[in-house]
């Protein structure tokens, strides 16, 4: 799943991040020093990348946590802006013009004979993790992505399929609140 | 037909007012993905959980015999020894001197072996480490009564993790395995494990779908506490008999949910169940204490020798600098309480380190 923060600190990450952060400035210096035609940018740059990626990947802890974490928190408040954005362009640009159809919900007192009472079955297992009736053969290891077109297509919901794409850049801004800890200890299971 | 025409219609347009953000949000989601990507090239070879543990017909799994391996987690990886048993550390059951009871947190989760506080630095004391990732302490108790005969004259230190012990003592499964519990019947507790095989249990989302109880059972006094507490005393009153039969020492250290050391993120966490008033992060170690001088165990509480700073960040389980730490304080235990013979509990003092400590003397 594509995440907006990196993964938790280790060594293992640091090291990567440090390559990461030397092949983007690669890239920029040699773009800069490609614009420019001054050769001063590229060996300014190859000692920078030299001595950064020599000393981080030597030792990852001391070096390259600083800018990780300063990254990570970057990371943050764009994804706290651009969540914001993305669900004010969601609630009052498309929610508010596919609103103007109407509701297919039942929302008038009912006749004094009929009832807003809806019937239900029992779910299966599988859907536990849905608060839909999974289609036969659909399962929680499909992901998220199928379990909604799933409910569009029962629900006959079908506008909602168009909310989608939102839905996966929500997804994808989604970070996690700033803990030491987690919630639950159990990931190796 | 006319709403979706109309979703279309608004969907295209306002794609085109996120563009923007996507094209920014394009070098983190770069950045993340290649970070991620590339990390397991520095990472040595890990192996799977399930190739860690084993079935055992009594109580659920086991650390595998022999392993020499890393295993990977959250914050990274780490190294992982075990013994012809399947136990962490150097020392034989037989040559140590204490031997620690409890879950992953006995078992050392996210330290290499020789960071772990098991580890024999100093060689004047031996530990045992006798635990597994997701014991709850039926599970604990049961090896208790497994390697009884070989603890004669040791200090038994049982570890009780707040983070779900207490909760999962009464459940049948931890995710997908089975595992033995305690029910109540006729007003009296019993140890349940004629369901443990190596089935896959059938429902596994207890973890994720029922922490609001969890957390209501350890930290919220009420009708579930009590029944979750009743269910430890039960345990612990187990653990005490068979002290007593044995031979051996025993003591309890509780391991706080690291949630617990921080007021911001427990704040935070249980506002999501309700009323954070309402969770009260001092209730397991009250009633533990007094469960534990009621049944005149010596009992130290975690709560007040560690911090967040002996934990891993994101992880939640010790750092090196936490296992040191236990390491000290087990070594004091043994050093002042851990008297062989019969015990009695004469006075609750508060040590030098500002440790809470019910003490024995014989």
């Known amino acids: 799943m594509l995440t907006i923060a990196l993964p938790a600190r280790s060594s293992a990450t640091l090291r990567s991040f440090g390559l990461v952060i030397c092949g ?3 890239f920029i210096v ?10 001063l940018w590229l060996v300014l740059g190859l000692l920078f990348i030299l001595t950064f990626g020599t000393v981080g990947m030597l030792r990852p802890q001391k070096t390259l946590s600083v800018p990780y974490l300063a990254w990570n928190r970057l990371a943050r408040e764009f994804s706290k802006l651009a969540r914001l954005w993305v669900l004010g362009i969601c609630f009052y640009a498309v929610l508010v013009v596919v609103g103007r159809v109407g509701s297919s919900l039942g929302l008038r007192r009912p006749k004094s004979s009929s009832s807003l009472w809806t019937p239900r079955k029992s779910l299966t297992p599988e859907a536990y993790h849905s608060e839909h009736t999974m289609p036969a053969g659909g399962s929680v290891a499909s992901g998220w992505i199928a379990s909604y077109l799933s409910w569009t297509v029962l629900s006959r919901n079908y506008w909602a399929c168009c909310f989608l794409p ?3 850049l929500l997804s994808a801004l989604e970070h996690e609140h700033e803990s030491n800890v987690p919630t639950d200890l159990y990931t190796l299971f | 037909m006319i709403r979706l025409c109309l979703a279309v219609i608004a969907t295209f347009l306002g794609f085109i007012f996120t563009l923007p953000i996507v094209l920014l949000g394009l070098p983190f989601w770069m950045v993340a993905a290649v970070t991620k990507s590339m990390s397991r090239y520095f990472e040595p070879r890990v192996i799977p959980w399930k190739k860690v543990i084993e079935f055992d017909p009594v109580v659920g799994w086991k650390p595998r015999a022999n392993l020499d391996v890393y295993c990977s987690f959250q914050a990274g990886h780490f190294h992982v020894r075990t013994d012809d048993h399947g136990w962490r550390g150097e020392a034989s059951l037989q040559d140590s001197d204490v031997v620690v009871f409890g879950d992953s947190y006995a078992f050392a989760y996210g330290t290499d072996d020789k960071k772990a506080f098991f580890h024999n630095s100093s060689g004047t ?27 004669r004259g040791k200090l038994v230190v049982w570890f009780i993790y ?21 029910r109540e019947r006729n007003g009296s507790w019993e140890i349940v494990d004629w369901h443990v095989n190596p089935r896959r249990w059938p429902c596994s989302g207890d973890n994720k779908f ?35 039969a044995a031979d051996f020492s025993l003591a309890v250290v509780s391991i706080p949910w690291p949630l617990q050391l921080n007021q911001e993120d427990w704040s935070h966490t249980m506002k999501r169940f309700g009323d954070p008033k309402a969770f009260d992060p001092l209730l397991p170690d009250r009633n533990v204490k007094e469960i534990c001088r009621e049944l005149e165990i010596p009992f130290i509480a975690g709560k007040d020798i560690l911090s967040l700073a002996h934990h891993i960040p994101g ?12 390491t000290a304080t087990i070594s004091d235990i043994h050093a002042n309480y851990a008297v062989k013979g019969r015990a009695r509990v004469e006075e609750t003092f508060t040590r030098n380190r500002g440790v809470a400590v019910t003490s024995i003397r014989a």
């Open chain 1, 24 to 26: 983007g400035v690669s």
């Open chain 1, 30 to 39: 040699a773009f800069v020093s490609y614009l420019t035609g001054s050769i």
């Open chain 1, 166 to 168: 939102f839905l996966i």
């Open chain 2, 125 to 151: 004391l031996l530990i045992k480490s006798i635990g597994s990732p997701g014991y709850n302490m039926v599970q604990e108790l049961l090896w208790m009564r497994r390697l009884a005969p070989e603890l």
């Open chain 2, 162 to 182: 707040y983070g779900n012990d207490l909760y999962d003592n009464l459940l049948p499964n931890f995710s997908t395995y089975r595992m033995p519990f305690v």
């Open chain 2, 210 to 244: 029922r922490l609001k109880q969890k957390w209501h059972t350890t930290f919220v006094d009420g009708a579930l506490s009590q029944r979750a507490y009743s269910a430890a005393a039960y345990l612990l009153g187990q653990g005490k008999d068979l002290s007593a």
């Open chain 2, 315 to 326: 992880d939640g389980h010790w750092n090196s600098s936490g296992h040191r730490c236990i």
